[in-house]
């Protein structure tokens, strides 16, 4: 099985600021690569899909990069609606499996 | 109105079996990929299974954790799909999502529609 393996697993940033989410792979799954955010209580939702695209409703505040083993996920001018736990998931191959999560708090 | 809702969590003892229903609406079921993920309570995501869409083989695939105890199965002309949970332990407490795979144009997949989830709780 693929590991995924997210940094941090928390982190607190204010508004405005500009946070970097890294995401790394027990080996390569190329760009099948997606972000998912979920607000507490919520289902997650379909952030950005392989690598690098940037699912419609979000802002182009948020850019994903990487191929290969090591992926970001950068969210510019953090806005208070940015809360919530992020997840990377490879799409590589089954069983598809998902980053622990990284808990992002805005001051 | 595009939408996945899901059904049939509940209370069950371990040992227990429960079946897991998710309607879907608003696009063409048939031809969708689906996918249950569940989460624990205060953990992560977890992928469970995926049952393909028959023109493309409907093809069943499980997480190592479920084998031999979960079945995926769809009806497509109910517009649903199933999640058989048998065997159930306490570990398996968690919400349950059912969720469409899509491919981008190079056929890289994502999860794209999410339903709310149905909590499963095992428990003596």
């Known amino acids: 099985d693929i590991q995924m393996t997210q940094s941090p697993s928390s982190l607190s940033a204010s508004g405005g600021d500009s946070v970097t989410i890294t995401c790394r792979a027990s080996q390569s799954v190329s760009s099948y690569l997606n972000w998912y955010r979920q607000i507490p209580g919520k289902p997650p939702e379909l952030l950005m899909y392989a690598a690098s695209s940037l699912q419609r409703g979000f802002p182009s505040r948020f850019s994903g990069s990487g191929s290969g083993t090591d992926f970001t996920l950068t969210i510019d001018r953090l806005q208070p609606d940015d809360f919530g736990t992020y997840y990377c998931q490879q799409s590589y191959n089954t069983p598809y499996t998902f980053g622990q999560g990284t808990k992002l708090e805005i001051k | 109105e595009v939408q996945l809702v899901e059904s049939g969590g509940g209370l069950v003892k371990p040992g227990g079996s429960l079946r897991l229903s998710c309607a879907a609406s608003g696009f063409t079921f048939s031809d969708a990929w689906m996918n249950w993920v569940r989460q624990a309570p205060g953990k992560g995501l977890e992928w469970v299974g995926r049952?393909?869409?028959?023109?493309?083989?409907?093809?069943?695939d499980y997480a190592a954790p479920v084998k031999g105890r979960f079945t995926v199965s769809r009806d497509d002309s109910k517009n649903t799909l199933y999640l058989q949970m048998n065997s159930l332990k306490i570990d398996d407490t968690a919400v349950y999502y059912c969720t469409t795979e899509v491919p981008d144009n190079w056929g890289r997949f994502y999860f794209d529609l999410w339903g709310r989830g149905t909590l499963v709780t095992v428990s003596s």
């Open positions: 049952i393909k869409a028959k023109p493309d083989g409907g093809t069943i």
